[in-house]
């Protein structure tokens, strides 16, 4: 049933009053025009879905129409919501999936080069030094939970990362 905007719109109202054979020939003209609506804008498999979803919204926004105005607009302002939602969710799946297709072993490479490179470095270290700093500079302890972990005292913990610290620029300026 293809209703023209009068009908449509005495439909729309009297749906809204409560008459269901009213509400049940709004619903199918609206699924119509939803119909013709969406198939400029989505694929055909994606259709059915998008106006089932808007025919939902129809039904919860019955309330909100004004008998006095015209249906058409309130319908295509409704699709048109629903039409950006259902493309947000398009490219949400779409970024998802390409985030899934993401090897991690590749990206990981770049940090466990670098983590090699750091434990090559720390033999060249005391042991008291590299401890230190692996605690609070790369563990992220504070000085206290460092002090805590290793026995050392705070002023040494300092001592030692600042020691170490210099003693690894050192090495990699010679390199």
């Not at 409560?18 to 609506?37: H, V």
């Not at 919204?57 to 048109?80: F, G, M, N, Q, T």
Request: glycine share 4%; proline share 4%; with cysteine.
């Amino acid at each position: 049933m293809i209703a023209d905007e009068a009908t449509l719109t005495r439909l729309t109202g009297l749906a809204q009053r409560g008459d269901r054979q009213a509400y049940a020939a709004m619903l199918s003209a609206s699924r119509s025009w939803l119909l013709r609506y969406f198939r400029r804008k989505v694929p055909p498999d994606q259709i059915e879905d998008l106006v089932q979803d808007t025919l939902l919204s129809v039904h919860r926004k019955l309330a909100s129409y004004d008998p006095e105005r015209p249906v058409i607009p309130w319908l295509a302002a409704i699709a048109r919501y629903r039409f950006v939602d259902h493309l947000r969710q398009v490219y949400r799946h779409a970024a998802a999936a390409v985030d899934d297709g993401i090897n991690i072993a590749t990206d990981d490479e770049p940090a466990l080069s670098a983590r090699l490179s750091l434990d090559r470095l720390f033999e060249a270290l005391p042991g008291a030094q590299c401890q230190a700093i692996e605690l609070v500079k790369i563990e992220g302890l504070s000085i206290a939970e460092a002090s805590a972990s290793t026995g050392q005292s705070e002023s040494l913990i300092k001592v030692n990362i600042h020691r170490g610290l210099k003693r690894l620029a050192a090495l990699i300026e010679r390199a």
